[in-house]
């Protein structure tokens, strides 16, 4: 081989082995080194969070049809058989703070259907409130506020009441209209002989969906497995109904859950108690939310008795008292059982107390059933839960009724609220400023407000320390010396806010 061939080898061998070590360099820069042009679409920040806090400006308020027996079929002889007899409804509607436009239409009810419209007597003033009046004969109806802002003090309240002085729902039925919600809980009375429990289910959106129910008792810790199922579905602007008695018999009391997997849902319990053909009251159970150490319920009068009922999530000592004009009086001490509903007899309700006070040391959810005796072994019952102070709240005043407003102060000093009452054009007729003592409870007849035209009130409490209720009664139901009684409870009037949070990740366009 020539010496000039031999040369031209080791240049190839040199420019192979460098070409190699150039590639070999390439690859490794490409693996650590990514330019911007590689990426283009990529962020300089990767991924970035970025939170609001909102709040809805249109609300729903879900309001039950009037109360009715769960079997109107006629069977055997007519004069054994039930009957709603001369059952009748009415309804107030109210929307406060700074409203655009409400309106209360049947549920399911497609938008060409005619709604009644809430009013306002004078569109300029702030302080006023839009009503108006109706019934619920014809069936469940759904309000629908659209608000031109959100703040406290601004929102809907509505009630509805049904009353009858023949037939087998003697006495009176009353109830806060339910904001629709994913979870709602509620405190039923027992499913004992003589009794019955329509839990009603009630979808408003346009959208299907799947409800799931958790009942706890009273004979044992622990959720209850239901002989009916645990799972209902609701249609769109639907209702579904299912037979809490046959579901879970032979409990003194219940503690029920409402979880929907799809869309928010409104619950109520229709609550009928009947003694062979006597009848012994109705009522309906709304939803029960609030879970705490201090609790209040209003709206209690001498010659009623009273069933407590405390569900704790733990083992919890509570102690029960009376409340009147001077502070509390110490009734009941207990410890109660996790996971179950206990059952506390207080028995009849002592001269001068309106109310009574929960103090635990776990929290607890609690409500009460209320009777009340009227002539010929006939009997009526409220059904009212147990509540927590709120800074601003309101109630509507059902048309027909005769309602009594009540208040305890939970706080442990002297406290001051100024309550507000308007009349049917929603005007302010009345504002009074309440100071009761520590741990005391008073009582405002609204028969003496405006001759007896208030049809809605509501109470500011900047201290957040008074709980309080209204309680109705119906002159038809009263003149025939029949037990009539019902207990509505506030409705917060406070800004509901949700955080919002918004998680940025471009990377997954590459």
Not at 82 to 88: C, F, P, Q, T
Not at 141 to 158: F, H
Not at 369 to 386: C, E, M, P, S
Request: proline share 3%.
């Amino acid at each position: 081989m020539s010496k000039h061939s031999r040369s031209k080898t080791v240049w190839r061998v040199t420019l192979a082995v460098v070409s190699v070590l150039v590639i070999v360099a390439l690859v490794a820069v490409s693996a650590v080194y990514r330019p911007t042009w590689i990426h283009a679409d990529s962020p300089a920040t990767q991924r970035s969070s970025v939170s609001r806090t909102v709040s809805p400006r249109q609300l729903e308020t879900y309001c039950p049809a009037r109360m009715t027996i769960a079997d109107t079929d006629a069977y055997g002889d007519s004069e054994y058989q039930a009957s709603n007899g001369n059952i009748a409804s009415s309804a107030r509607y109210t929307a406060f703070g700074a409203v655009f436009h409400s309106s209360v239409g049947l549920l399911g009810a497609d938008e060409t259907t005619s709604a009644l419209v809430l009013n306002k007597d004078d569109e300029g003033s702030d302080d006023d409130v839009f009503i108006a009046s109706g019934t619920v004969d014809d069936g469940s109806q759904l309000q629908d506020t659209r608000l031109l802002s959100a703040s406290d003090g601004t929102g809907a309240a509505s009630s509805i009441m049904s009353w009858a002085t023949d037939g087998d729902l003697k006495g009176v039925s009353a109830a806060s209209c339910v904001t629709p919600a994913l979870k709602q809980s509620l405190m039923v009375p027992g499913t004992k002989t003589g009794m019955t429990q329509q839990l009603i289910v009630a979808n408003p959106s346009a959208k299907a969906t799947s409800v799931n129910i958790k009942v706890w008792g009273s004979d044992k810790a622990g959720a209850l497995a239901l002989s009916t199922g645990s799972t209902l579905t609701v249609g769109a602007g639907k209702e579904s109904i299912l037979n809490l008695a046959a579901a879970a018999s032979e409990q003194d009391a219940l503690y029920v859950t409402v979880s929907s997997a799809d869309t928010p849902v409104a619950a109520v319990v229709r609550t009928i108690a009947m003694d062979g053909l006597t009848s012994k009251g109705s009522d309906y159970a709304v939803p029960n939310n609030a879970s705490a150490k201090a609790l209040a319920i209003n709206g209690l009068s001498e010659g009623d008795t009273v069933n407590l009922y405390v569900y704790p999530s733990r083992q919890s000592d509570v102690t029960v008292s009376w409340t009147d004009g001077t502070g509390t009086k110490n009734t009941n001490q207990q410890t109660l059982e996790a996971n179950r509903v206990s059952v506390i007899d207080l028995g009849s309700v002592p001269k001068s107390a309106t109310g009574l006070t929960i103090s635990a040391t776990e929290p607890v959810t609690a409500a009460a059933k209320v009777t009340n005796d009227g002539d010929g072994d006939q009997a009526d019952f409220a059904l009212v839960n147990a509540s927590v102070p709120m800074n601003v709240s309101a109630m509507a005043v059902p048309d027909h009724a005769t309602a009594q407003v009540n208040v305890t102060n939970t706080a442990d000093g002297d406290r001051t609220a100024t309550l507000t009452s308007y009349n049917g054009d929603g005007d302010i007729v009345d504002q009074n400023d309440l100071t009761i003592q520590a741990g005391a409870s008073t009582t405002v007849e609204l028969a003496d407000i405006n001759d007896g035209d208030v049809a809605a009130v509501s109470l500011a409490d900047p201290d957040q320390s008074m709980v309080w209720n209204i309680r109705v009664s119906q002159k038809d139901v009263s003149d025939a010396k029949l037990a009539g009684v019902s207990i509505i409870g506030a409705t917060d009037l406070k800004e509901a806010r949700e955080q919002v949070w918004s998680n940025q990740n471009m990377t997954i366009v590459r």
